[in-house]
């Protein structure tokens, strides 16, 4: 252990000894912990094997990976920099898909890596997957997305009546050539009608380091991982905002715990004006994403038109209640951690039942990025998804 470690840990010591208590017969003497205490020892010993182990950390920093460029085009080198870590056997990238199948590894030595010649399955991909550093075959770092530049089939639609009040509306009944539902004859017959896009063109590559959300509220945190896989440009878009600021001092103006049947439904927020109004300025087109809005999981809310998201997001409370949102708006991400905040927010006291408009609204305090954890091969990061802690509309345990 180093001099100065050794200064901080008598700090420490003598840290303990002021704020442990003293008796009424002694206010003068304070006492000293016992050297020979068994739990001082213990301590002690963690304390100095975690300044050792910063001080190993110092000395040997982990290989590390980043993008040279977030763009490439259709056949340029995917280049990506990996620095080496001191003493390391052999560095190894894995290309994952989201469910931790690999789908092509090569070893490489650090520097300048091509992508797309050490991975040939790069070339192939129709969506997202991930390349994970790996030293002495141990994944180290968050990964990088590499998302080819694919523009999403056309979207079909068309008018229907809802179950419940019996307004019209636009829904979403197909992609391109392929209906959400083969089984629905009335979509069927529409079918004949529908003009085949243009073919899927690949404009090139975006590649990024994985990243998570954390949301800061006035509840506590939720932490999400992102989706993009299934929405790409959902999950850039929010990263974007995120990044930027933009969600920050907003906060959740619609709470609807539960839907007129009694099944857990939203919380809503992502609107700077808090009026379910707002946005950043911008419709997003909607995308084909197939991630079930079950509990936690994070989707764009939008108008009727169905290319008309921008900000505002809603995080599912419950699979009953949402399951009839899938294919309707664009899922793009899922808490792994909070599900505490988000059962708080959702037991908000309302003011107006019809809009779900909360007596006070719970506050996004920032929205900001952290690197997300190293992926692992074999391990679908999904299954971490948080569960509910109360149930429907009833405060968590550790709700405030």
Request: charged fraction near 20%.
């Given at each position: 252990m180093s001099r100065n470690a050794h200064a901080a840990l008598l700090t420490i010591v003598a840290g303990c000894a002021i704020a442990m208590p003293v008796s009424a017969q002694d206010q003068s003497a304070r006492a000293r912990p016992d050297a020979s205490d068994a739990a001082v020892q213990e301590r002690l010993r963690r304390y100095r094997n975690s300044v050792d182990q910063q001080e190993r950390d110092r000395a040997t920093p982990p290989a590390t990976m980043r993008p040279a460029r977030?763009?490439?085009?259709?056949?340029?080198?995917?280049?990506?920099?990996?620095?080496?870590?001191?003493?390391?056997?052999?560095?190894?990238l894995l290309l994952l898909d989201a469910q931790g199948e690999v789908l092509s590894l090569a070893r490489i030595e650090p520097g300048r890596v091509d992508l797309r010649a050490a991975l040939p399955a790069i070339a192939s991909l129709a969506q997202a997957a991930w390349v994970q550093l790996a030293q002495d075959e141990t994944p180290i770092g968050a990964p990088l997305v590499v998302?080819?530049?694919?523009?999403?089939?056309?979207?079909?639609?068309?008018?229907?009546?809802?179950?419940?009040?019996?307004d019209s509306y636009t829904k979403v009944v197909g992609w391109g050539t392929d209906p959400l539902d083969p089984a629905d004859e009335t979509v069927q017959s529409l079918r004949a009608a529908w003009?085949?896009?243009?073919p899927p063109i690949s404009s090139g590559f975006r590649t990024y380091t994985e990243m998570d959300a954390i949301i800061r509220t006035d509840h506590g945190e939720v932490r999400i991982a992102f989706s993009p896989d299934e929405a790409p440009s959902t999950v850039w878009n929010f990263r974007t905002l995120a990044r930027e600021g933009f969600f920050d001092a907003g906060g959740f103006h619609r709470v609807v715990p539960v839907d007129r049947e009694g099944r857990p439904f939203v919380i809503q927020g992502g609107d700077p004006t808090q009026t379910g109004n707002g946005g950043p300025g911008y419709a997003l087109a909607l995308e084909p994403?197939?991630?079930?809005?079950?509990?936690?999981?994070?989707?764009?809310?939008?108008?009727?038109e169905p290319h008309s998201?921008?900000?505002q997001f809603f995080i599912a409370l419950g699979r009953e209640g949402c399951a009839r949102l899938d294919g309707q708006y664009c899922a793009f991400g899922?808490?792994?951690?909070?599900n505490r905040t988000i059962d708080s927010i959702a037991a908000t006291p309302i003011a107006d039942v019809s809009s779900g408009r909360p007596e006070a609204i719970p506050k996004?305090?920032?929205?900001?990025?952290?690197?997300?954890?190293s992926r692992m091969p074999g391990i679908d990061r999904r299954q971490s998804r948080v569960a509910a802690s109360a149930p429907a509309g009833k405060s968590a345990p550790t709700g405030r």
């Open positions: 977030l763009y490439t085009g259709p056949t340029a080198p995917i280049e990506v920099v990996v620095r080496g870590a001191p003493n390391s056997e052999s560095h190894t998302q080819p530049l694919r523009e999403p089939p056309p979207v079909r639609t068309m008018r229907a009546t809802r179950p419940t009040g019996g003009i085949e896009g243009d994403s197939r991630l079930p809005h079950d509990y936690g999981v994070i989707s764009m809310a939008r108008a009727d998201a921008g900000s899922y808490a792994v951690d909070g996004i305090l920032t929205i900001r990025l952290v690197e997300a954890p």
